[in-house]
């Protein structure tokens, strides 16, 4: 078993199916060591396991929506894509989505999974509610409301805390994005005008090599008035973020309105398959640092361009989740996706931190970095905050995995 990209060992025991979450819950007493295996589209050490593996596909799909508190309590193996579904189809929404729908809201969101857009937090930020299966096998229940205490530190838990069987997300009414991207636009000028091109529509992307040019991706609200983009030139046709890579797995794009939830991400439900090849890596830096970090990047190029399929630059609002690298920073976030060969990488992804970690960069917990765990950890200054929560509701280390032993070690404070 192994994760999407190929390069995380998930063991050679196939993982266990509970059908019920009784069962679960018989599964977690019983095991030594357990994790939750979402869609498997992590790259880093935060999927490895050291016992049971258990996939949720299992579980009853459920999807409740409560129209006068603005919610939907969902399963926690069910993909953004089946949500987004049933949402738009009763008149609701999520504020966002990421690139792939294809991700689990439970393994997105434990690892800090996010959209793009100024005002957009990371999807975490949009749940209220958890229900999991804590180390014994018993059923625990947080809401952010009543549990104010911990609830901040349990939703980016890094599965730390147990096992999530359910989510409660906040949603609004449904509404329509039409894409368009613009081409041809100067990096020198995205890093002049910041603010302008990421503010240029509810949800911007912008992709580039680091050599001149950039390709900027708007997703605009038909709801809300936009103003014609005075940057680049509008895409003749549709684009793939990987220069000259098939669009077909694309959204549609040219400015078609659609549903939210079929604009949003960049890529269709389905579309990348069950295997990928390529690697990834990301750092959320403060929104401030754009410049300088733009900057840093293009006297990269050359460095980047053999082992770079595409990078991506984004925006994210901040939130209050301990663990969340949006955690109280406006951030702007560097995203990577490099081929699929981890020794010629490696000494590139070091290249890039060495540039951007003076500038605060926090590594994207799903994704790989070359940074230490103590270096990863100096970013979070709830970290031991979490650790005590984890103490706590796995005194055993039964949930705990090689990334949350080198991040977060016994007796560091
Ligand atoms: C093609 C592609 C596109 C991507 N796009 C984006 C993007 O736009 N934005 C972004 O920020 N990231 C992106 N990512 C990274 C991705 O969001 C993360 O890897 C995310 O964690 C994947 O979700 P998953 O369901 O595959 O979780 P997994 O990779 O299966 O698991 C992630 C973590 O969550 C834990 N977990 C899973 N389920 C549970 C549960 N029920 N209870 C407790 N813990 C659980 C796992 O143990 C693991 O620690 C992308 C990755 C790929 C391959």
Known sequence: ??????????????????????????????????????????????????????????????????????????????????????????????????????LTAAGACATGTHGSGDGRRGLAAAVCGLQLVGAQGESVELRRETDPGVFAGAVVSLGALGIVTRMTLEIEPSFEVAQSLRTAVPVAEVQDRFDDVFGAAYSVSMFTMWTDDAVVWLKRRTDRPAPEPDFGVPAPGPLHPVPGADPASCTPQLGEPGPWHERLPHFRAGATGPAGDELQSEYFLPRAAAPAAFAALRGLGGTLGPVLQVGEVRTVHHDDLWLSPAYERDSVTFHFTWIRDTARVLPVIAAVEERLAPLGARPHWAKLTAMTGPGIRSHYRRAADFQELRATFDPGGKFSNALLDDVFPAGAR
């Open 1 to 102: 078993m192994r994760n999407w990209a190929g390069n995380v060992d998930l063991g050679a025991d196939p993982p266990a199916r509970p059908r019920s979450t009784d069962e679960l819950r018989r599964i977690v007493a019983d095991s030594a060591r357990v994790r939750a295996v979402g869609s498997g589209h992590s790259f880093s050490g935060v999927l490895s396991r050291g016992g049971t593996a258990v996939v949720l596909d299992g579980l009853p799909p459920v999807v409740e929506i409560d129209t006068a508190a603005r919610t939907v309590t969902v399963s926690a193996g069910l993909r953004y894509a089946d949500v987004a579904a049933h949402l738009h189809r009763a008149g609701h929404a999520l504020a966002n989505l990421p690139s792939l729908p294809d």
